[in-house]
């Protein structure tokens, strides 16, 4: 009597997939902590992040030594731009070497979908933001007699804004660069007009009607306007609780769009 092998069962799958759902909280706060485990050995990293914003304003301070006003009058917009502008740089070059070495794929081949994975980095990033705009705010206001007319948390409340708002910014961006060299030359295209156009250099309703209505749709004119209403109101105006809810709207916007087009590998 022969005796037949009953045929295997079909192999299981070796992966689980990957979710495409709400986002999970043990998920996203598991990605934000591996985020900040290598953070935490890469020292020089946590150190351009959180001194950076600190000696430009340093040093923007005495370059106007002779002229106390005008660090008055600049000195609170660019304690929004220096955070907005070093997250950005440091979130897209981060995620886009995850990306190109491979990390992301392996990530998101567990049950880990797109939003974890990019609200984890928006947290763990945000986490240092709160860090950095916290000593920036206090080095400007407390020690370079930065002399603002309402609450100096106000202005810590607008610096973290815009540091999110460029976390996102640097999220959003690495999905369209295949290299490190490429996503910093994204900073002229992303930042440089929002610089200019913001009303740093010139009050924004003086602008070209066309410039001005461009200025009208970038997030970081309502962050600079949000720095003068701090500047000159001693309570919080209406004007500037709409300029907050823009820069916040703006931040989370991007960050859905960079969940949306992030990819796992680099073509």
Partial sequence: MTTRTPPAPPATAS???????????????ATAARVLRQLRHDPRTIALLILIPCVMLFLLRYVFDGSPRTFDSIG???????????????TSIATLRERTSGTLERLLAMPLGKGD??????????????????????????FLDLDVTGSP???????????LLGTA??????????????AVQFMPAVIFPQLL?????????????????????????YAVDGMNEVLHHTDMTATFVR???IVAG???????LGAATLRRRTP
Avoid at 169 to 182: M, P
Avoid at 198 to 221: I, K, N, Q, Y
Avoid at 250 to 256: D, K, P, Q, S, T
Wanted: charged letters at 10%.
């Fill in 15 to 29: 992966r689980a997939p990957a979710p495409g759902g709400a986002l999970n909280a043990s998920r996203t706060t």
């Fill in 76 to 90: 609170a917009s660019l304690l929004g731009v220096f955070p907005l502008i070093t997250m950005f740089l440091v």
């Fill in 117 to 142: 994975l990019i609200a984890g980095y928006a947290l763990a990033f945000g986490a240092l933001a709160i860090v950095q705009s916290a000593l920036a705010t206090a080095l400007a206001v407390w």
């Fill in 153 to 163: 948390w106000l202005l810590l409340l607008v610096a973290l804004l815009d540091a």
């Fill in 169 to 182: 910014l640097g999220l959003f961006v690495s999905a369209f660069a295949a290299s490190e060299f490429q």
């Fill in 197 to 221: 156009l913001c009303g740093l250099f010139a009050p924004r309703d003086t602008m070209h009607p066309a410039l001005e209505a461009v200025s009208d749709v970038l997030p970081m004119s």
């Fill in 243 to 245: 300029d907050v809810l």
């Fill in 250 to 256: 703006c931040a989370l916007l991007v960050l859905f």
